[in-house]
């Protein structure tokens, strides 16, 4: 089996919620949070690394005696951020890595590590992530819910705001759709090879970064996640809402 890596990307800068992984949930900072999440799922703290492009994280880090990278300031996205510690830190072109994003400290456990195990079991595919199924049609229609269609074998054919697959006899019928779950792992190799590509047309038009891959020809499989998804930390409300809930625990 790969070597299992796993990348916080931790970005202080944030529209809605500048310095986001340093508020402090139980007196440490959102990041270590995520990290636990992550050790939780099996992963050793030694083979998680947090992103970050910001010195008061990289000291937080340290000081909770967790891996950090520091990295470019001009990254477009995670994904970028995520192939520069790859190569800093010279990972082999067969390590996995996990991309686990640095605001979401309720996510599960169980979540990482079936993505990890997808990555095993399909590991003739390039990216891999995961999937739940849509259970309203509200959820069908909202454009803010990423909506993936799947063919056979596991095999993510697109990526789309709208509401997908469509049934042409019935507008309501949402029994074929999924929503995208966003959690990713590839190989070092996939890394590099996504990250090669400049920002496609369908990306650019639907703000979805996995169009880049597919529009492309890399191929990515996805696991269907049934347990409960926690909501991230997109404004300070959210952060609120989880703090209650992880100080509650």
């Given at each position: 089996?790969?070597?299992?890596?796993?990348?916080?990307?931790?970005?202080?800068?944030?529209?809605?919620?500048?310095?986001?992984?340093?508020?402090?949930?139980?007196?440490?900072?959102?990041?270590?949070?995520?990290?636990?999440?992550?050790?939780?799922?099996?992963?050793?703290?030694?083979?998680?690394?947090?992103?970050?492009?910001?010195?008061?994280?990289?000291?937080?880090?340290?000081?909770?005696?967790?891996?950090?990278?520091?990295?470019?300031?001009?990254?477009?996205?995670?994904?970028?951020?995520?192939?520069?510690?790859?190569?800093?830190?010279?990972?082999?072109?067969?390590?996995?890595?996990?991309?686990?994003?640095?605001?979401?400290?309720?996510?599960?456990?169980?979540?990482?590590?079936?993505?990890?195990?997808?990555?095993?079991?399909?590991?003739?595919?390039?990216?891999?992530t995961a999937i739940k199924r849509i259970t309203s049609l509200d959820e069908f229609k909202n454009p803010n819910v990423v909506k993936a269609v799947?063919?056979?074998?596991?095999?993510?054919?697109?990526?789309?705001?709208?509401?997908?697959?469509?049934?042409?006899?019935?507008?309501?019928?949402?029994?074929?759709?999924?929503?995208?779950?966003?959690?990713?792992?590839?190989?070092?190799?996939?890394?590099?090879?996504?990250?090669?590509?400049?920002?496609?047309?369908?990306?650019?038009?639907?703000?979805?970064?996995?169009?880049?891959?597919?529009?492309?020809?890399?191929?990515?499989?996805?696991?269907?996640?049934?347990?409960?998804?926690?909501?991230?930390?997109?404004?300070?409300?959210?952060?609120?809402?989880?703090?209650?809930?992880?100080?509650?625990?």
């Open positions: 089996m790969n070597k299992i890596k796993i990348v916080i990307p931790a970005r202080y800068s944030s529209s809605r919620l500048p310095g986001k992984p340093l508020l402090e949930i139980n007196k440490r900072p959102m990041f270590w949070h995520v990290a636990q999440r992550c050790i939780e799922a099996g992963v050793p703290i030694g083979d998680i690394v947090i992103a970050t492009d910001d010195e008061r994280i990289f000291n937080s880090s340290n000081t909770f005696s967790i891996p950090v990278v520091m990295t470019s300031n001009e990254h477009q996205s995670g994904t970028d951020r995520i192939n520069e510690v790859a190569s800093i830190l010279q990972w082999s072109s067969e390590t996995l890595v996990v991309n686990v994003q640095g605001d979401e400290p309720l996510i599960s456990p169980d979540l990482i590590k079936q993505v990890i195990g997808l990555s095993v079991k399909k590991s003739d595919f390039d990216i891999f799947i063919g056979n074998n596991n095999r993510a054919l697109y990526f789309t705001r709208s509401a997908s697959p469509y049934n042409r006899d019935d507008n309501t019928d949402f029994s074929f759709a999924f929503r995208h779950v966003g959690i990713y792992a590839y190989t070092v190799k996939s890394l590099y090879q996504f990250c090669s590509y400049p920002e496609s047309n369908l990306e650019h038009s639907e703000k979805l970064e996995q169009l880049r891959a597919l529009s492309n020809g890399m191929t990515i499989a996805v696991t269907e996640y049934d347990g409960d998804l926690a909501h991230g930390v997109d404004t300070l409300s959210d952060f609120h809402d989880v703090k209650r809930i992880i100080e509650g625990m």
